[in-house]
Nanobody
Framework: VQLQASGGGLVQPGGSLRLSCAAAGFNFRLNTMTWYRQAPGIQREFVAEITSDHSTNYADSVKGRFTVSRDNVRRTVFLQMDSLKPEDTAVYYC?????????WGQGTQVTVSS
């Protein structure tokens, strides 16, 4: 299983970023894909997920600002992040479960600062 996250960067408060996570090594269309984030000194936390039938769930802290989507042809999951706040600053990871194991990508840094 390979998960490659990209799209992070530095953005001002109120701005937007779109993260991508390209997947390989498993039957992507059948898997739930999940985004997590981890800020310095804070435990990794759930952000959003999208199931195989495109149902979505969000953490309360991002609901209404972030949108998770997937493209099964491109084997990629996206996280559109709007109205970004300084507290969204973190390393963002994508995750899936394969053969009962959590599989993580390498993470992409998002920094929200003026």
């Amino acid at each position: 299983v390979q998960l490659q996250a990209s799209g992070g960067g530095l953005v001002q408060p109120g701005g937007s970023l779109r993260l991508s996570c390209a997947a390989a090594g498993f039957n992507f269309r059948l898997n739930t894909m999940t985004w997590y984030r981890q800020a310095p000194g804070i435990q990794r936390e759930f952000v959003a997920e999208i199931t195989s039938d495109h149902s979505t769930n969000y953490a309360d802290s991002v609901k209404g600002r972030f949108t998770v989507s997937r493209d099964n042809v491109r084997r990629t999951v996206f996280l559109q992040m709007d109205s970004l706040k300084p507290e969204d600053t973190a390393v963002y990871y994508c995750k899936t479960v394969y053969r009962s194991r959590n599989c993580w990508g390498q993470g992409t840094q998002v920094t929200v600062s003026s």
